[in-house]
């Protein structure tokens, strides 16, 4: 029925799905695990269907199906186990059957021989990353499901010496080549680590998957300065936001690549990554606060703050529409006596409750939680007066809170403009920035 209906869109374009995809579980290297595979998914699911991959191997899939209907399908089932953790979406096919079907399209004359299938106990063509080599089977085991941990693809590999490998591939030699690198960066894989030949993995011991890693791209590194920034966002970065490439810059920018493996590249994915920030600074609804009182700006999120009052040099807004979430700003002529009085104050006050302390000379940072909030204070000693922010944020939107603190640490800075007594928004600039080597 599966296959009548696909048929049907195919030929009348008109009602047809939005954009047909397969949900993709597995792949065998041979007809007789390919249909063994594809029996014992059929037995779970009724629209089954197999289609040819490069060097004879056949891909088990579910669909077609629309594409929102896919991905809430691969959500729903990846939560409750019934597929493979590294299931796909992918598009639909040449060749696509439904499981059981064995008709088979008539011969090309003019079709070139297919290349000669590997053995089934030997690596597919093309190159891997040779991550690991241990002594016995027991150890190997245990690291490839450490690997397999971050990379459910990777495989293990019986060598001639008796020792096994763990390897990651197949996949271009460029590509390989660039995450083997990433990997070193950050120490996930060790320096003896190389890309290899399937000629030097001997034979599969546990077969693993070709890997969905992208090729390096060619995107122009963006200024350090927003990259610094946004990896301050994305929780990988303290330091300062000075623009220089510095080594803490570096681990920063390789832990973002291994983590979220956007490119292996360094532009392409820092690219990405200010992307992902600009699209969570749009839904946080963050924008310019220029406060009168105190006369300090940052970036916050209004819509869920409302001016509340000022008070012995505070200026106060609370939770908007019951967000939970709050604001301080203080600002009085000082140093840093005047600072560590700013954080006695927040600390006795409970706006950062039992909070771990970070005093240095002209910077204090606390952090602290209690039940039902997260509090984090910043203050600094700057060109004769002593300034601060405090934010509270709920305990239940733990995982924003660090990304708010960041975007007021960057942008916290005096107001440009003459002040005004609104306590208003306006535009303006200034940074906080880290602390530390960059």
């Known amino acids: 029925m599966r296959a009548f209906a696909f048929l049907i869109a195919a030929l009348l374009p008109g009602l047809a799905w939005a954009e047909p995809v397969v949900l993709r579980l597995e792949a065998k290297r041979d007809a007789a695990g390919a249909a063994e595979a594809a029996g014992r998914w059929g037995a779970q699911f009724p629209d089954v269907v197999t289609f040819p991959l490069n060097a004879g191997w056949t891909a088990i899939a579910l669909g077609p199906m629309e594409r929102a209907e896919a991905q809430a399908r691969l959500d729903a089932l990846k939560a409750e186990g019934r597929v493979p953790g590294d299931s796909f979406l992918g598009p639909v096919p040449e060749g696509m059957v439904p499981a059981g079907d064995t008709a088979a399209a008539p011969a090309d004359e003019d079709t070139a021989p297919a290349e000669p299938l590997p053995a089934p106990d030997q690596p597919r063509p093309g190159d891997y990353i040779r991550l690991q080599a241990l002594p016995s089977r027991a150890e190997a085991d245990a690291a490839l499901a450490d690997w397999r941990r971050d990379f459910p693809a990777a495989g293990l590999y019986a060598l001639p010496d008796g020792w096994f490998a763990v ?6 030699a460029d590509t390989a080549s660039a995450w083997l690198s990433a990997m070193q960066a950050t120490g996930r894989a060790a320096r003896d680590a190389f890309v290899a030949g399937p000629d030097r993995l001997g034979s599969v011991a546990d077969a693993g998957r070709a ?11 963006p200024p350090l300065d927003e990259v610094q920034r946004a990896l301050r966002w994305a929780g990988l970065y303290d330091g300062a936001i000075d623009g220089k490439d510095g ?7 390789a832990a973002e690549i291994v983590a979220h493996r956007a490119a292996p590249d360094a532009g392409t994915a820092m690219a990405a990554l200010i992307e992902r920030r600009q699209a969570w600074r749009d839904r946080m609804g963050l924008t310019r606060l220029d406060d009168a009182a105190s006369g300090l700006s940052v970036m916050a999120p209004m819509d869920r703050l409302a001016f509340d009052r000022t008070e012995q040099g505070l200026s106060i807004y609370g939770p908007r529409d019951g967000s939970g979430a709050a604001l301080i700003l203080w600002s009085a002529p000082g140093g840093q006596q005047e600072m560590l009085d700013f954080t006695g104050l927040v600390t006795a006050l409970g706006w950062v409750p039992a909070p771990e302390r970070n005093v240095t000379p002209g910077r204090a940072t606390l952090r602290g939680q209690n039940d039902t909030h997260i509090g984090q204070a910043e203050a600094r000693v700057a060109d004769g007066r002593a300034e601060g922010f405090v934010l509270i944020w709920p305990l239940a939107d733990a995982e924003d809170q660090p990304r708010v603190a960041a975007e007021l640490s960057d942008s916290f800075g005096p107001t440009p403009a003459p002040a005004d ?3 208003g928004s306006g535009v303006g600039s200034g940074g906080m920035g880290g602390s530390g080597e960059n």
Do not use: F, Q
């Open 167 to 172: 390897a990651l591939g197949p996949m271009r």
């Open 211 to 221: 890997p969905d890693l992208p090729p390096p791209g060619d995107t122009p590194m």
């Open 247 to 253: 080594p803490n810059t570096r681990a920063a920018i």
């Open 421 to 423: 007594d609104t306590g």
